[in-house]
């Protein structure tokens, strides 16, 4: 059994399978899952798990090369904005929310939070370790 990192089966085994600029997005609890892609449902009650517990426990076990996010969180949702920029020290690019949403269907997996509040949504590239 594993002692750290991601224990859920399935997010795990994506992860071990995930190549250099491959992405995965972190999503709120309204954002439409495009068909075709795998989505891992952590929610379980409004609000919970919530955004940022998620992006952090994923950040300690995934390598992201880049973030992308929608350029209406900063307006929409300031302190979300702001806590996803101190955590991530990676460059970032900032698209419309319609673009984002495009952008999903290339995503390897989407990990859907029971987030509420706008526009909590980040897609990551992945980077090497080496």
Known sequence: MKKLGILNRELAGIFARIGHTDRIMIADCGLPIPDGVTCIDLSYKIGEPGFMAILETVLADYNSEKA????EMS???????KEVHELIRTPFEEVSHEQLKQLSKEAKV??????ATPYANILLQSGVIF
Not at 68 to 71: D, K, L, R, S, V
Not at 110 to 115: F, H, L, M, P, S
């Open 110 to 115: 989407i990990i859907r939070t029971g987030e």
């Open 68 to 71: 992308i996010i929608a350029t």
């Open 75 to 81: 307006a929409e949702n300031e302190s979300l904005y």
